[in-house]
Structure formats: structure tokens, C-alpha cells
């Protein structure tokens, strides 16, 4: 029974170490990546505000939900759903804020600029916040903002030289 206690106890004293460290850890995190494309300005917006075509060149959006009144919701190869609604669209700029249904809020940005060489410079920035201590930990051991940024531009450049060589 004593062992049974101190068990307990220890146990108990980890969850509040992990709570306390999850309080330290910073509520907001953000990723950013910049990419060079070989195409015009306006077929890059095109294709990231073509938001129905995401699934058929993003490998983890397997569908996209447009019943969500003035916006859309991402769903994910694993189950996520992840509302988003557009704030911004001018010709420099694209502005998203989105929710996802595992607790955590966000803003992604897309500066868009001409490049000296003639095609477009895109410049995405996501900041995510997450309320709750124990996502702050999970988010920080399984998810990678920069890599996710830089994957997004991956994909995106792909669909954009896709895009370009069926217009020839």
C-alpha cells in the first residue's frame, strides 16, 4: 500500500512539472519560409487562393469542407479539421486566420513580390498559438513550424510549374 503511494505521489508530481513547463513555454510559435517561383505573380495567387484544388497537390489536405458559412475547413490525412477564413487579398498580400479543431489558433501570411529575375518572390509566415500547456508541449515534440512552411512551398511550387507548363 506505502509503494501504491508513493507511486501516486510521484506521478502526480510529474503531471505538475509537465503542466508547470507547458505555462513557461511560449503560448504562440510561428514558421516561415520564402520561395522563388518561375512564374508570374498572379498564377502564384491564383493557385494558393484555388482553395477546392488543394487536395489534388497538398499530400496532407484530403478534402476541403465549404459548409463552414464565410469560409472553408481543411481536412487532414489524419482527421484534422482546420477552419480557415481570408482576411486579406490584395495583390501584395494574402491573409488567412484559421482554427483548428485540436485547440489552437493562427494567422497565415503570404507577402507576394516581383523578383529582380522575373518571377515571383513568396514569402509565408504562420503563427500558431496554443492555449492549452500540454498542446504547447506536443505541438513543440511533433510538429515543425519552419518544416511545414517550407513543405507548403514545395507543394505550392510544384502545382504553380504544373500550372505554367499546361498554359504553354
Sequence with gaps: MKLA???????????VALLLTGYMLPATREGTATRTFD??????????????SQPAWRARVMAIDRSSGDGWTEVT???????FRLVDDVDTKITLEFAS????????DADIAT???GGTRLNVREQATTPSPIGRILSRLFF?????????????AAEVARRAEVAE
Design 5 to 15: 503511494a508513493v507511486i501516486a505521489a510521484l506521478f502526480l508530481l510529474a503531471f
Design 39 to 52: 512564374a508570374p505573380s498572379d498564377l502564384v495567387r491564383r493557385t494558393i487562393l484555388d482553395i477546392d
Design 77 to 83: 490525412a489524419d482527421g484534422e479539421r482546420v477552419a
Design 101 to 108: 479543431n485540436r485547440g489552437y489558433t493562427g494567422r497565415w
Design 115 to 117: 523578383d529582380p529575375s
Design 144 to 156: 515543425d513550424p519552419e518544416a511545414f512552411a517550407a513543405t507548403y512551398l514545395d507543394e505550392l
